[in-house]
């Protein structure tokens, strides 16, 4: 590809950057059906160009649109169920948050508070089609069938995040991929630090007391059908 050919694609991603930032803008005005709409066409051109979070915090050359450090209460309940653990883990290391549980009280998650939107955001959309599957297609197998059918949804949507995470890496320049992981590497670190100096409980998982191969299996399978989107944002894994 000639320099032209490349310098006409930086323009390009550059226009789509600054027409991303200004439809967030407006669409930060509340629930009014212009803002509603403006969110919705930011969203459809940052899935067709490939452009996220990330690369908007960069172009903006700071952090601070993250939002302050926060810890929130994700699922309060004294029993957990495990693949609930493994969920929020996953939606927690794709978004740089971090996800813990405390015995006894629930399911907590630190990080920043837009990425904790992220989270919560997914965590109501993924936690009922989940419970809505395991009614319809494990109903009278038993607590086992159960709880291996809803392991295998959630791991077929970890390694999902995974990949399109990988893949969206992949696209970009050695200098982006840098930058990237600059400020991947801050975020973390962030909450790293606020999470330690909370004096917050250590991972905790209960391990699994059944196993159904079969049951894995299929929820392996139907995984690849759960819905990360919204009416007013592209999917986010």
Request: charged share 25%; hydrophobic share 35%.
């Amino acid at each position: 590809m000639s320099g032209h050919g490349a310098l006409g694609k930086d323009n390009i991603m550059e226009n789509q950057i600054d027409k991303i930032k200004k439809l967030l803008a407006l669409g930060s005005g509340g629930d009014s059906h212009e803002s509603l709409l403006a969110l919705d066409m930011a969203s459809r051109l940052m899935a067709k160009w490939g452009i996220d979070e990330l690369d908007l915090m960069i172009e903006q050359e700071g952090l601070s649109n993250l939002g302050d450090l926060d810890r929130r209460v994700m699922y309060r309940s004294r029993r957990i169920s495990y693949w609930k653990t493994c969920l929020l883990n996953a939606l927690c290391s794709a978004n740089h948050c971090v996800a813990l549980i405390t015995a006894g009280y629930g399911l907590l998650a630190y990080g920043h508070e837009s990425n904790l939107d992220k989270v919560s955001m997914l965590w109501d959309m993924i936690c009922p089609q989940i419970d809505a599957w395991t009614k319809a297609n494990c109903a009278g197998r038993g607590r086992t069938y159960a709880s291996s059918y809803r392991l295998g949804v959630v791991e077929t949507l970890r390694v999902r995040m995974v990949v399109n995470h990988h893949s969206l890496i992949s696209e970009k320049s050695e200098q982006e991929q840098n930058a990237l992981m600059t400020v991947s590497d801050q975020i973390k670190k962030e909450v790293d630090d606020f999470v330690n100096a909370g004096g917050a409980p250590g991972n905790y998982s209960r391990s699994q007391t059944g196993w159904s191969a079969e049951a894995y299996h299929r929820g392996r399978k139907d995984g690849e059908n759960i819905h990360t989107e919204s009416s007013v944002r592209k999917a986010l894994t």
